[in-house]
């Protein structure tokens, strides 16, 4: 909620670039929270303050290229560049984290660049790891666009109608509460009249066991 409000505070074009560059950097290889970023402008698109298509394109475009980029980065760094990367982000890319990303791309091979774009260690090794492998690029590229795309139109439109659902059915629910406060704000009245009179009957023979015996 709080990087919703953060990218609701500025203009629609500097909230694309944003959502296109943390998703792009983290796709080079940095663990930074890009999943993060397009649910969270996915469910802003649906309150009407940024559009939906625009959200989906600076996604997919942040993807593709970040993963372009961090190929590159890897063919060129091989895998000493992602042990040292490991080093300094051992809670992300560590040495246990690469050795399953390594075991999905011999299993999968470039299946694993199209999948990865929907799992959280993949998402953030795929490009460099693809490179360091030697993954041949024209195909790391159609798995890469494939993923990308699929992945930033499909999260954000699955978010953006389930965020428009949720504020009809809010929408209605606030007009079903009103009506309830008030129906319940009518019983109580109602409930704390009687109560009120209540004393007053039976405050009478009270008043008469005080009477004085003489008197009677």
Known sequence: MDVQHLL???????????????????????PLPGEIVLVSSALLAATGVIEPHWVATAA??????????GYAIGRRGGRPLLV???????????PAQL????????????????????????????????GA?????????????????????GTTYLLFSVGRAAEHWL????????ALAVLAGVVST???RRRAHRPAAVEVPDEAQRVPAGDR
């Not at 609701?8 to 940095?30: D, K, N, Q, R, T």
């Not at 997919?60 to 980029?69: F, M, P, Q, R």
């Not at 490991?86 to 809670?91: M, N, S, Y």
């Not at 492998?133 to 139109?153: K, M, S």
């Open 84 to 94: 040292r990367l490991g080093r300094r982000f051992p809670k992300h890319l560590g």
């Open 171 to 178: 929408k209605d629910l606030s007009w079903a509460g009103l």
């Open 133 to 153: 492998l030697h993954v041949p690029y024209r195909r790391f590229l159609l798995a890469n666009a494939a993923g990308g795309l699929v992945w930033a139109f």
């Open 99 to 130: 050795a399953r990303a390594e075991q999905s791309f011999a299993r999968h091979g470039v299946w694993a660049v199209f999948f990865g774009r929907f799992v959280a260690l993949l998402r953030i090794l795929a490009g460099p790891l693809a």
């Open 8 to 30: 609701a505070a500025l203009p629609p074009g500097v909230a694309y670039l944003i959502v296109a560059a943390v998703i792009g950097v983290e796709s080079m290889g940095v």
């Open 190 to 192: 109602w409930w704390l």
């Open 60 to 69: 997919a475009a942040g993807a593709i290229v970040g993963d372009s980029i």
